[in-house]
């Protein structure tokens, strides 16, 4: 697992565990942020924008819980696994995390090994949902009939191909393209700064209405034009463009026909990416009962008298049951077939 510079906020209040595990993050080459309260969490939050967070559920304050259902939205818009450490096994607990949509769960005792192997799992499942977001945009981008276009700061540094066939250029000749150098903002004294403004974040969505292009052989052309501030899912980018051509010229009726022609090839494209997460070997009988036994926090030793197996032969089947979720333990494998309703657990 690459964990160099790899950034994990770990909130543990009590001094001893922090140390243990910051000394264990630090083994695994991560780079620790280590806190002991929920304020300086936020604050550090702020700050560094770690790549996966670990925090105690007991705090004196604040639970885990609250801590992470105050930052869920951008946990889950940035994509970041949050995992709870819990200072023993609670099912009560474990199913409040599940239904909270925590990632993963730390039981002591804090095995290296165990950590690592939770943490590389989160961390690649990160990875894929951000690849799947990228794959989910890109097909968009390539079959929508309307002008696309991605800018950093002023620069256009994509374009799809209605964007450029709308604007009269070549892509392969003219990339980069100034914003400024193609449309006609200053048809509005507002719109220079309104312009500044969104492609620097302050303000999230702008909307210019009837912008021209600058060009003298396309001065007819008139464009609807939406800007987005794109804050994560796209490393390069800083902001998203759509053009619409809103002249008198433009027959909207085809427009409308083009794109319910694209939506078949779009739904094609994004089936791969979709069915990919359905791709799992089915639970044999015997997993089936072993992961309704886990799911209710029952000990490996007391699964094994219940189904009169070995506890080896209970390990074994726990062991293919985490391979088939690509999950890091069993409490994730639970919590995956769970959520995705693979199997009735309660």
């Known amino acids: 697992m690459e964990t160099f510079g790899v950034k994990v906020l770990l909130i543990e209040p009590f001094k001893e ?4 595990l910051s000394r264990i993050l630090i083994e695994l080459n ?19 924008t770690p790549h996966i967070v670990i925090c105690q559920k007991d705090m004196r304050e604040y639970s885990g819980f609250h801590f992470y259902s105050m930052l869920k939205d951008d946990f889950l818009k940035m994509g970041i696994p949050f995992i709870l450490l819990m200072n023993q096994f609670n099912k009560e ?28 799992k989160q961390l690649q499942k990160s990875k894929e949902r951000n690849q799947i977001s990228g794959t989910q945009f890109k097909s968009f981008f390539e079959v929508t009939p309307f002008g696309v276009f991605v800018a950093r700061n002023q620069r256009i540094i994509e374009g799809n191909n209605s964007f450029f066939k709308l604007i009269g250029q070549d892509a392969a000749r003219n990339m980069p393209l100034i914003i400024n150098d193609i449309f006609n903002f200053q048809i509005d004294k507002t719109n220079d700064l309104k312009l500044l ?19 003298e052989q396309n001065t007819e052309l008139v464009f609807d034009i939406y ?12 902001t998203i463009g759509l053009v619409i051509p809103v002249t008198d010229k433009v027959d909207r009726s085809m427009q409308k026909r083009a794109l319910e022609g694209n939506r078949n090839l779009v739904n094609e494209k994004l089936d791969s990416v979709h069915n990919s997460e359905n791709n799992i070997d089915f639970f044999t009988n015997r997993e089936k009962q072993i992961l309704k036994l886990s799911a209710t926090g029952t000990p490996i030793k007391q699964i094994a008298s219940q189904l009169g197996i070995s506890v080896r032969t209970v ?32």
């Open 315 to 346: 390990e074994k089947h726990r062991s293919n049951i985490i391979r088939k979720t690509n999950a890091g333990n069993i409490i994730e494998a639970v919590f995956y077939v769970k959520q995705r309703q693979l199997l009735e657990l309660s």
């Open 93 to 120: 607990d474990l199913l409040v995390g599940m239904e909270l949509g925590i990632d993963s769960f730390i039981f002591p005792p804090y095995d290296k090994d165990k950590i690592a192997n939770i943490l590389e």
């Open 17 to 20: 565990r922090n140390i243990i």
């Open 227 to 238: 800007l987005s501030f794109a804050e994560s899912g796209l490393p390069s980018a800083k």
């Open 30 to 48: 991560f780079q620790v942020v280590s806190v002991r309260n929920v304020e300086m969490a936020v604050k550090k939050w702020l700050e560094h």
């Open 197 to 215: 403004r969104c492609l620097n974040g302050i303000i999230k969505y702008c909307h210019f209405k009837n912008i021209g292009l600058l060009s």
